[in-house]
């Protein structure tokens, strides 16, 4: 027979590991969109002629910057 206690620690064990996980998932993804945050800020600073060589245009990089850190 089992107690009802060592279910609850086997319990509560998974939601720590879970926790964890989630944890790691979180601040991967705030670091990918605080990066691409920083490579909008460098693609606004790209000289004219830079962005031709690349073949973007002034208004692909208006474009570009001004969507919101979270977007694609």
């Keep these: 027979m089992t107690s009802p206690f060592q279910s609850v620690r086997a319990d509560a064990g998974y939601a720590r590991f879970r926790f964890r ?16 945050y920083l490579q909008r800020l460098d693609l606004a600073d790209i000289e004219t002629w830079q962005l031709a060589d690349l073949g973007l245009t002034p ?14």
């Design 21 to 36: 996980w989630n944890s790691r998932g979180l601040r991967s993804l705030l670091m990918h969109r605080y990066d691409r």
């Design 59 to 72: 208004e692909d990089v208006r474009r570009e910057c001004a969507k919101s850190f979270w977007r694609l």
